[in-house]
Structure formats: structure tokens, C-alpha cells
């Protein structure tokens, strides 16, 4: 298995209030992805990124920011968390950008806004 | 701009029978196909991909997929089911922009009767 390691696995969290979801390999990948599930709608892209300091939106990213200033820690964070965040959400890495790169996704931060 | 469709949230199978699982396409350049499967409460792991190499792709798990240009999709197929197969599957496509970023479907969830 790819090193992916998210945490936490678990969250409740009250509205109105900032989270933060960390997304850590091992694997030395230059690209890392954050991305949340829902029913009905499959995996959907917030935000991903390229390299050390450099990330990039995806098709959701309204409320949510990243940073990474290490290769292998990607965080997420919610900067006033609605109820229409909870989710599944999942951290995705790729060693490269090509099209046909085989991404690795990590377990899963299972999110409650309530 | 690139998309997938998966016929079906659910698909009830026997064991032993055989599984297909719907997925068509829209792509305005030469997509890179792939199938994710995902076990209860654990991430998604990639089944099978669609390079160009070959129409006929072969994965893990004894899953297969064909892709077809002139219909436009990329069904995964399986001659005989397990019980163990029960899980969700995704079908996906990358953007065919300079980043990885892939685009699924929303899903399918394959049941298999005893």
C-alpha cells in the first residue's frame, strides 16, 4: 500500500468553526490532491497540488484552502465549516502529472458539521 | 470538456454470474480511462486503465474493460462473481490538461447475492 496517512479518521465538529485535515506520504509524490465524497456525485476535486508551496484550485474549492510546505504534508482547511461540508474526504497522490499516472488515495477523514 | 457517466447507482448480481458495470464518456481529445473499486470504509484502488495501448484492458481481480471509440464507453465486466467483489466502483477520466486531475462518475455499488 501506498503511505498515505490522513488524520484524523474522524471529526464532529460544531459551524461556524475552523478545521484542518492533514494528508502525510511517505511515497516522495510530487502531486497531491484533496478530494470529497458524497452520494450520488462520486469523488469531486477541491484542491490539488504540484509541488512545495505550489497548489491550484479544482471544481469545489468555495471554503476550503490548502497549504504545503513540505513534499509530504498536504493540509485542508475548512475556514468556517457549514453542514453542507460534511463529507468523506480523501487525499490522492501521483508521482507525476501525466494523464494516464496511476493516483494512490489515502483511507479517508470521515467530516460532521453539525 | 471531459466526463464520465455510470449507468446504475446499484447492481444486484449472483454469485457466479457475470458482472458489468456501465461507464461512457465524454471527451473532446483522447481520454485515459480508468476503474476504481472501493471496499467498505477504505479508500479507492485502482482496477484497470485505458492508455491507448490496447482496446482490451485486463486489471486486477479478474475485472476486465474494453473501450469502444464508436460508443464511447469503457464497461468493466467480470465473467464470474465473488462474494468478495461486493464494493463501489468508479469510472473516471483525466482532464487532458497538464495536471493529473481526474474526473469520476458517480458511482456504482455491486451487490452479490449468495
Known amino acids: 500500500d501506498a503511505g498515505i496517512t490522513q488524520s484524523p479518521r474522524h471529526k464532529v465538529t460544531e459551524t461556524g468553526t475552523p478545521v484542518t485535515l492533514r494528508c502525510h506520504q511517505t511515497?516522495?509524490?510530487?502531486?497531491m490532491y484533496w478530494y470529497r465524497q458524497d452520494p450520488g456525485h462520486g469523488l469531486r476535486l477541491i484542491h490539488y497540488s504540484y509541488g512545495v508551496k505550489d497548489t491550484d484550485k479544482g471544481e469545489v474549492s468555495d471554503g476550503y484552502s490548502v497549504s504545503r510546505s513540505k513534499t509530504e504534508d498536504f493540509l485542508l482547511t475548512l475556514e468556517s465549516a457549514t453542514s453542507s461540508q460534511t463529507s468523506v474526504y480523501f487525499c490522492?497522490?501521483?508521482?507525476?502529472?501525466?494523464?494516464?499516472?496511476?493516483?494512490?488515495f489515502g483511507q479517508g477523514t470521515r467530516l460532521t458539521v453539525v | 470538456a471531459q466526463s464520465v457517466t455510470q449507468l446504475g447507482s446499484h447492481v444486484s448480481v449472483s454469485e457466479g454470474a457475470l458482472v458489468l458495470l456501465r461507464c461512457n464518456y465524454s471527451?473532446?481529445?483522447?481520454?485515459?480511462l480508468f476503474w476504481y473499486v472501493q471496499y467498505p470504509n477504505q479508500g479507492l484502488q485502482l482496477l484497470l486503465k485505458y492508455t491507448s495501448a490496447a482496446t482490451l484492458v485486463k486489471g486486477i481481480n479478474g475485472f476486465e474493460a474494453e473501450f469502444k471509440k464508436s460508443e464511447t464507453s469503457f464497461h468493466l465486466t467480470k465473467p464470474s462473481a465473488h462474494m468478495s467483489d461486493a464494493a463501489e466502483y468508479f469510472c473516471?477520466?483525466?482532464?487532458?490538461?497538464?495536471?493529473?486531475?481526474?474526473?469520476f462518475g458517480s458511482g456504482t455499488r455491486l451487490l452479490v447475492r449468495p
Open positions: 490522492a497522490i501521483s508521482e507525476t502529472g501525466g494523464t494516464h499516472t496511476e493516483a494512490f
Open positions: 511515497e516522495n509524490h510530487r502531486y
Open positions: 471527451s473532446s481529445v483522447p481520454p485515459y
Open positions: 473516471a477520466v483525466t482532464k487532458g490538461d497538464s495536471s493529473y486531475k481526474l474526473i
